[in-house]
């Protein structure tokens, strides 16, 4: 049984000693990474708080490892000293080197056309958008410009007689100038 399947068994069966679920405690002391912010050996401080008691100084030694710098880790692995003297000896080392490592990012140009057609995408659905715009504004103008002609056009559509007149013939009991409606004479 490797170091790696003692830690996760006795990790399951030991109660937390945070509010912080076993699992979420696991996983950030598992999962590959860095030492994010932390020296080295706050990071060692972290573990043995978060890490069960019954795990083995060689367990931990090994995880400590895998978390730190590639330069750091291998100048202090074959050291024979206590898992505290190489936290701080892998402090100095940091301290000493403090260089910054630089990922480089490659693009594809897969990913390069993927981003050119996304952007094209944008700007055609812009476009769309001003266009919609411009025909929603000129639309109103449109209908109120109608509506007025319509109002002013009934009277000419119908032989001059208001609407009252033409709506509802002699029994209108209003009228509106100009109207030419003649009231039949018995």
């Known amino acids: 049984m490797s170091s790696l399947d003692v830690f996760i068994s006795t990790l399951m069966l030991r109660e937390p000693k945070t509010a912080i679920p076993q699992t979420t405690r696991f996983r950030s002391i598992v999962q590959p990474g860095g030492l994010g912010d932390r020296r080295p050996s706050q990071l060692l401080r972290d573990m043995r708080y978060i890490l069960p008691d019954s795990i083995s100084e060689d367990a931990l030694k090994q995880f400590w490892l895998q978390k730190l710098p590639s330069t750091t880790a291998a100048i202090i692995s074959g050291q024979d000293e206590s898992l505290e003297e190489l936290a701080a000896r892998a402090d100095r080392v940091m301290e000493a080197t403090s260089t910054y490592d630089v990922h480089a990012v490659n693009i594809s140009e897969s990913s ?52 009252y007149h033409d709506r509802f013939g002699a029994s209108a009991h209003k009228c509106i100038a100009p109207c030419t409606f003649k009231s039949p004479e018995n």
């Open 112 to 163: 390069t056309d993927r981003f050119r057609s996304i952007e094209n995408a944008i700007a055609a659905l812009t476009a769309q958008v001003a266009n919609l715009a411009t025909l929603q504004a000129n639309n109103s103008n449109y209908s109120r410009a109608k509506s007025r002609s319509k109002s002013r056009s009934n009277n000419n559509k119908n032989n001059g007689m208001c609407f």
